[in-house]
């Protein structure tokens, strides 16, 4: 299966700055998803990476906020930009993976807190 | 539209009694399902996924479930807790074929005592 590399895996930012996470995909591949998942809650879908195409954000995210880049079929960024405490939370970036076990495959996770 | 609803946000066993997880899915094209877990500080591991084969699905570490499209629902079992199986506990729908997002349920946090 596709093994994601995710980093940094945590940090602490101030309030107001803005923070680029990464997500390098040993394989190729078309989607790539961005996820949110807030203390004690579950996972919530930020957007979908197309290469070559803008983001389609969800329903309450939008660009400015979480800005996307997808230059290549194996890498990713998404930017958490003016932060607020509210943002503390784990982003976790995620590949569909038709490679033998099919499912979906997870990063392991930035854990971002705003002081 | 999709959804699906974990039944309990608290599960506890004692270790070697059996775990039930419940998960009932709500969808309008026909489903995968998958159940993920998540130990604390740790990613998503996938324990097993339903694509439309067997209604009987077995997964990793002895967990299994059943898909019951009567009944809308795809619960997590296994005969016997042990002690490492006491994580958070994930329920995912998305429909069968090309792309689609997954929908997570709420979450389960399985507690395993001695």
């Known amino acids: 299966s596709a093994v994601i590399s995710q980093k940094p895996s945590r940090d602490i930012c101030q309030r107001g700055t803005s923070l680029t996470i990464q997500c390098q995909v040993d394989?190729?591949?078309?989607?790539m998803f961005w996820y949110r998942q807030q203390p004690g809650q579950s996972l919530t879908l930020i957007a979908t990476?197309?290469?070559?195409?803008?983001?389609?954000?969800e329903s309450g995210f939008v660009i400015d906020k979480f800005p996307i880049s997808r230059p290549n079929l194996t890498f990713s960024t998404l930017t958490v930009s003016n932060m607020s405490p509210e943002d503390s939370s784990i982003y976790l970036c995620?590949?569909?993976?038709?490679?033998?076990?099919?499912?979906?495959?997870f990063g392991s996770g930035t854990r971002l807190t705003v002081v | 539209a999709q959804s699906v609803t974990q039944l309990d946000s608290h599960v506890s066993v004692s270790e070697g009694t059996p775990v039930l997880l419940r998960c009932n899915y709500s969808?309008?094209?026909?489903?995968?399902l998958f159940w993920y877990v998540q130990h604390p500080n740790k990613g998503l591991q996938l324990l097993l996924k339903?694509?439309?084969?067997?209604?009987l699905v077995k997964g990793i570490n002895g967990f299994e479930a059943e898909f019951k499209k009567s009944e809308t629902s795809f619960h997590l079992t296994k005969p016997s807790a042990h002690m490492s199986d006491a994580a958070e506990y994930f329920c995912?729908?998305?429909?069968?074929?090309?792309?689609?997002?997954?929908?997570f349920g709420a979450g389960t946090r399985l507690a395993v005592h001695p």
């Open positions: 995912v729908v998305t429909p069968s074929g090309g792309y689609n997002k997954l929908i």
């Open positions: 339903y694509t439309s084969a067997a209604t």
């Open positions: 995620s590949v569909e993976d038709r490679t033998g076990d099919y499912g979906y495959t």
């Open positions: 990476a197309n290469q070559g195409s803008e983001a389609t954000y």
């Open positions: 969808s309008s094209y026909s489903p995968s």
């Open positions: 394989s190729q591949v078309t989607m």
